[in-house]
């Protein structure tokens, strides 16, 4: 199917881009990488007025990083991160969750940005952000501000942006060389969107530990405290972890779920 | 009784200079018209398919700056100022030449609609993971669906090309 018509609106800067979303209401979308916009205008699940390119701001591209943080434009698309072309501030994570994140053709052009405003409760990012206690940076056009990213998503497809606000960079703490984690998403076919997903991470050097569940109806949930990993190792602690999640799903995504933290606390005692 | 007068919107369209091929193409579309569509019907560059239009079959895969893209997901405007090459644009590339025999060898292609998209993300792999493995080509053509060969050949293909590659590497060397 074709898309509705829109007006296509480039802006070459996050001002600008703040002042056009103001301007279009409900009817004005910002569009980064398209690739999941693109589908959802194709099959007109979304009828917008306009949209906004952000491809002509330059602020919003590269990854700058210093002792503690790296920090990514929104629009740091999930090739780069695969590619090493933007650094891994998580030892290794990073760079493979983006390798897993639908196709290649799909990677070179979606971005970090778009996958979190996007919001899909199955999106790679959407649970990696959380896990790893990353830190959004949006702007109303003049004055910036930080939002936790476990706190970022609402529901699905929805975030904590409010109307006339742009996500510019995202800000991830470095975690040490001695970090570990684990990553596992179930699909039955490669590429698909998630169907369970969980995730963890360890780091000896300041005692982070971090688990995320992914892929759920809404947000991802985050669990952090001291003495996760010991959980997570026992079968008991692991349907201690399940049980307010699995609580809203259906049996097979349930089991799905299990399965994935099972694998998670196996990866992570492997790695230990 | 009369037929009911429908009301369609006005056609809105805009001016761009699109750079396909290594060739400057003037034209005029609406925003919505997705490149796919654009490339076909005003470029007349056919060798580029359109399958499922969200995104996951492939068969639209198109190179951008020289890496594989999806062209049904987004408006031809989007790709002013960008090299775009379809596969018209691997006539005489020796690369395309090797894929194109290995996939005549090993079957890789039947009614032939996935092939070009199948073609645009192989020689991506072959050029970028010259490692790759049959798990990982697997991985890497995942994003293009077939639905008359069962992948096997398509695989093979690939496998060929990679490791005629790896040959001709090493005789260089020596």
Not at chain 1, 81 to 108: S, T
Not at chain 1, 220 to 243: D, F, H, N, T, Y
Request: proline residues 4%; neutral net charge.
């Amino acid at each position: 199917m074709k898309s509705v018509a829109y007006e296509l609106d480039r802006v070459d800067s996050a001002q600008a881009a703040a002042r056009a979303l103001r301007a279009g209401g409900w009817g004005a979308k910002a569009t980064a990488g398209g690739q999941s916009l693109g589908a959802m205008l194709n099959l007109r699940l979304a009828q917008p007025e306009t949209l906004i390119d952000l491809d002509g701001i330059a602020e919003l591209r590269g990854a700058t990083q210093d002792e503690k943080f790296v920090t990514y434009g929104a629009m740091t698309t999930h090739a780069q991160v695969e590619d090493g072309l933007a650094p891994d501030a998580a030892n290794g994570l990073m760079a493979k969750v983006a390798r897993g994140i639908a196709y290649r053709a799909v990677r070179n052009r979606g971005t970090m940005g778009g996958s979190l405003c996007h919001a899909d409760p199955a999106a790679d990012w959407v649970s990696t952000m959380p896990l790893l206690d990353a830190t959004l940076i949006v702007t109303n056009g003049e004055t910036p501000r930080a939002i936790a990213a476990p706190q970022f998503m609402t529901a699905a497809f929805e975030t904590q942006l409010l109307e006339g606000e742009l996500l510019t960079h995202i800000r991830v703490p470095k975690r040490s060389p001695a970090t570990r984690w684990s990553y596992r998403k179930f699909c039955r076919k490669t590429g698909e969107f998630a169907h369970a997903l969980a995730a963890a991470v360890y780091d000896p050097q300041d005692g982070t530990e971090r688990l995320v569940f992914g892929a759920l109806d809404g947000a991802p949930q985050v669990v952090a405290r001291a003495g996760l990993m010991k959980e997570l190792a026992s079968e008991a602690g692991r349907a201690a972890l399940l049980a307010p999640v699995i609580a809203t799903l259906d049996s097979t995504r349930a089991a799905m779920l299990a399965e994935m933290l099972r694998l998670v606390a196996l990866d992570m005692e492997k790695s230990a | 009784m009369s037929a009911p007068k429908l009301e369609f919107p006005p056609v809105v369209e805009v001016g761009i200079a699109l750079e396909v091929n290594d060739r400057r193409y003037e034209l005029t579309v609406e925003p919505r018209a997705i490149l796919a569509d654009v490339l076909r019907e005003q470029c007349g560059l056919t060798a580029t398919h359109i399958g499922c239009e969200h995104g996951v079959c492939g068969a639209c895969t198109v190179m951008v700056d020289g890496a594989p893209q999806r062209s049904c997901l987004q408006s031809a405007v989007r790709f002013q100022g960008k090299h775009v090459e379809t596969l018209e644009a691997y006539a005489d590339d020796l690369v395309m030449a090797q894929l194109r025999q290995a996939f005549t060898a090993e079957h890789a292609l039947q009614c032939g609609y996935c092939t070009p998209g199948m073609l645009i993300t192989a020689r991506d792999i072959v050029t970028r993971l010259p490692q790759a493995d049959e798990e990982r080509i697997r991985e890497e053509l995942a994003g293009n669906l077939c639905r008359c060969t069962g992948y096997n050949g398509i695989v093979r293909a690939v496998q060929r090309v990679l490791r005629e590659r790896a040959a001709s590497k090493v005789t260089h060397a020596a």
